[in-house]
């Protein structure tokens, strides 16, 4: 099954930009549904956005709908989050994730990478 690798975290102002990377290996991310998830410090996992192998189609939740895209590359077997406007309550371990075609769970998951936004 595919691996993913997040890369891109850092310490960020409020208002900030940043771009989450996720590299994959294994196999062609073309055969996966692909997202984002996050997990603040004493809260549940939430997927931030995700985007369809089949059409492209994309989902992002209110909390972070306008200030968040999510795109996949892939040739280069890559997906990206573009993060601007960030705020601190978007603090976070944010996770890459794959799900197969056809499934309901993203099960796929990587490390994780650290997003702090500070005042």
């Known amino acids: 099954q595919v691996q993913l690798v997040e890369s891109g975290g850092g310490l960020v102002q409020a208002g900030d930009s940043l771009r989450l990377s996720c590299a994959a290996s294994?196999?062609?991310?073309?055969?996966?549904?692909m997202g984002w998830f996050r997990q603040a410090p004493g809260k549940g996992r939430e997927n931030v956005a995700s985007?369809?192998?089949?059409?492209?189609?994309?989902y992002y939740p209110n909390s972070v709908k306008g200030r968040f895209t999510i795109s996949r590359n892939n040739g280069k077997n890559t997906v990206d989050l573009q993060m601007s406007n960030l705020k601190p309550e978007d603090t976070a371990v944010y996770f890459c994730?794959?799900?197969?075609?056809?499934?309901?769970?993203?099960?796929?998951w990587g490390r994780g990478t650290q997003v702090t936004v500070s005042e």
């Open positions: 994730v794959a799900r197969s075609v056809g499934s309901t769970k993203f099960n796929i």
């Open positions: 294994g196999r062609t991310i073309s055969d996966y549904d």
């Open positions: 985007i369809l192998s089949t059409d492209g189609s994309t």
